[in-house]
């Protein structure tokens, strides 16, 4: 009688070990599932320009957006899908000089709108951008200009030489020094009234941002709200 009442026991303590085992099981699982996906340092992240950005005619302040287009995968599972939307803005605005200097665009990317998991901010930079006169990439993401200097040289130079040769034509040396200053003069006045090259992005080109800091991708917000019902 004994050893049956021993049985029993043992039987419903084994019972009751694998349901308590069970339920820790499927609540870990559960915690898992609904955990926050960070996303390391230097990740890369590419986009598409929805606005046509120019020095010429934005100002500081200007707001911009670009949508993802490759989604970016923690394993086997999608964090970022394609049109996730990245908000920013232009932080500084220098033109061109009239004589030398380069323009410059600084673009600060602030947040990106995921679907389910609403709007996250980050800290990234440019890396890289692919659009006729969109410039090259400084530092800390700073677009520049090209230099208008070589060009502005050839403005001068030109104009000098042939008033040389229509001096010289006139009254040989002297009048060669007196044709290339007038030509140089010429050349100045054109340098002047003309600014270098402005930093245009089309709309439409291709951006790379770095994140600088790890980005926290919470759960999905459907998700959370089922798990809490």
């Not at 986009?47 to 970016?72: C, H, K, M, W």
């Not at 086997?76 to 996730?84: E, F, L, M, R, T």
Request: proline share 4%; hydrophobic share 40%; charged share 20%.
């Amino acid at each position: 009688m004994r050893l049956c009442k021993t049985n029993k026991m043992k039987e419903l303590w084994n019972a009751a070990l694998i349901c308590v085992l069970t339920f820790a099981l499927m609540t870990v699982q559960a915690y898992a599932a609904e955990s926050d996906t960070i996303l390391p340092e230097k990740t890369r992240i590419v986009l598409q320009l929805n606005n046509y950005l120019s020095t010429r005619v934005n100002s500081e302040g200007d707001a911009f957006t670009a949508y993802v287009t490759a989604p970016i995968l923690v394993g086997d599972h999608i964090v970022i899908p394609k049109g996730s939307i990245v908000n920013g803005s232009i932080s500084r605005i220098l033109r061109p000089g009239r004589f030398k200097g380069k323009a410059v665009m600084n673009l600060l990317f602030q947040s990106i709108t995921i679907p389910g998991h609403g709007q996250l901010p980050i800290v990234a930079s440019l890396a890289k951008i692919d659009s006729q006169g969109g410039g090259s990439i400084k530092s800390e993401g700073t677009v520049e200009g090209e230099s208008s200097e070589a060009s502005d040289i050839g403005r001068v130079l030109v104009p000098g030489i042939a008033g040389a040769g229509i001096g010289t034509i006139a009254g040989g040396a002297k009048g060669a020094a007196i044709g290339s200053g007038v030509g140089a003069a010429i050349g100045l006045a054109s340098v002047f009234a003309t600014r270098g090259r402005e930093i245009e992005i089309r709309r439409g080109a291709t951006l790379d941002i770095v994140l600088d800091q790890p980005l926290t991708i919470p759960p999905e917000e459907n998700s959370s709200a089922s798990a809490t019902r």
